[in-house]
Every structure is written in C-alpha cells, then in structure tokens.
C-alpha cells in the first residue's frame, strides 16, 4: 500500500511566559497543517498591554531558543493581575507559514503577525544541533525552570492573599491585629521578591519563604471563615496554600502570565 508522506513541525513553537519560560503551544513532530490555542494573562494589576514573543525550540527558557518574532497586544482593560483572558493561537498551515494572534476576550482588542518560512527559520544544522542541545542542558533547564515555577508560584501566592484577604468583604472581617501580622507578612514576601531574589537563588528558598507566610496567614484565613460559618476555609475559602484547586484540563483552558 501507499505511504503519505506527512509535513511536521521540526522545533516546538511557543511563547514567552513570566520568568523567561519557553510556553509551548505546538510540539516538536505536530502533524501540519495545525491550529492550537491557549488563555494567558497579565503579570500585573493594571497591566495596559502584554508583549507576545514567539520562540522555536526545544528548551525550557527563551533565551536558549530562536526568536521568529514579537508583536504588542494594547488596550486591555484595567484588572488585577490574573483576571484579563487573552486568548494566543497558532496556526501553520500546509506550506509552514505561521500565524499567531492574540484576543483579549473582555474587549475584543486583538492582534497578530506572520512568520513565512523564509524569515528567519533555520536550518536543518541548525534544527540537529537545537535538538541535541535540549538533550545535553535537560537537567539544567529542568532546574531553571522550577527556580522560576517556585518564584512564580511565591509570588502568585502573596498577591492572592492581598486581593483576596486583604482587600473587599474580608478584609472587613479581619481583627486588626491579623489585618496587621497578615499586611506586615506579605509586605515583607514582596520586598524580599524585589531587593532580595535573584536568578541563582536555589528553589528551596523560595518554599522555604512562602512556609514562613504560611505560618502567619493560614491561621488567619481559617479564623475569619470560622467568624463568618464558611467552615474550612480551604474549601469555601481562597486557597492559602500558594495554588488554587487543580482543574480538569479538557473543561478549563490553563492560565499563565505574560509580561
């Protein structure tokens, strides 16, 4: 019988995410023609516009990939960190040429670019020698990546607390001497995260300092949904364990922060 001899993608394609991270939208060996499409959000409370840098590789951080292009999405609604969806799709089509867009959902406001296989693509050498490399640094890029999951996750943590604790109906309910140990706790993750945290801090470290939240607001995110009959406040309540509760894949899309 007959064997079709089918087009595939030769480097993962994706995007840049918080901290530096290779976001992958399309994996290496993807069958093409191919469309994939995933929500992100903002890094920052009233974060104006978000930068959409696009990557071909098989590293775990930008910086070790190749650049095909950047594009600006502006005009996003003033939000909290975290709450704008905006929606980045890429397509190939049969003669590799790839188009990514992105479209925030609450506006409408979107944007795009076109990447054809004569700008910029590389090699066949080129393609080998990305491939081995991503098996060579694995286990370093492996650790970069958590450095930066543990980074992120610390952060996300802590600006959950200050949105959700610290502000609106429940901050009303807090005594003022918790409002004050929980406000002083997350002040002082904060500054730590900006004048303290660098790039070579271990991962460890960054546990270690969400624990020492931990100890001072868990306590007290238990007492006020006690106050108020929400029972246990890890499940009325927002998360005090620095993740919110795991969700079906298939029903909701994942969520990750561009700067």
Not at 119 to 139: H, T
Request: glycine share 8%; hydrophobic share 35%.
């Amino acid at each position: 019988k007959d064997l079709l001899l089918l087009d595939v993608a030769p480097l993962s394609l994706g995007i840049e995410t918080a901290g530096g991270v290779m976001t992958t939208l399309i994996p290496r060996g993807t069958t093409i023609p191919c469309h994939k499409s995933q929500t992100f959000s903002t890094y920052s409370d009233n974060q104006p516009a978000v930068d959409i840098q696009i990557f071909e590789g098989e590293r775990k951080m930008t910086k070790d990939n190749h650049p095909l292009g950047r594009f600006t999405l502006n005009g996003i609604p003033p939000a909290p960190r975290g709450v704008p969806q905006i929606e980045v799709s890429l397509d190939v089509d049969a003669n590799g040429i790839l188009q990514v867009s992105a479209e925030e959902k609450a506006s409408g406001k979107a944007q795009k670019i076109v990447v054809t296989p004569e700008k910029g693509r590389l090699s066949d050498s080129d393609i080998e020698r990305m491939v081995a490399e991503a098996e060579e640094f694995a286990e370093q890029d492996r650790e970069n990546v958590a450095r930066v999951e543990a980074r992120n996750g610390l952060e996300a943590y802590l600006y959950n607390l200050k949105s959700t604790i610290l502000s609106g109906a429940a901050a009303e309910k807090l005594q003022p001497a918790d409002k004050e140990a929980l406000q002083t706790a997350v002040d002082d993750g904060l500054k730590w995260l900006e004048t303290e945290a660098t790039p070579s801090t271990p991962t460890e470290a960054f546990g270690e300092k969400q624990k020492e939240v931990e100890a001072v607001a868990v306590p007290i995110v238990q007492r006020v949904y006690q106050q108020t009959g929400g029972g246990d406040a890890a499940s009325d309540g927002p998360s005090v364990d620095g993740a919110d509760a795991p969700v079906d894949d298939d029903e909701q899309p994942q969520v990750e922060e561009i700067d």
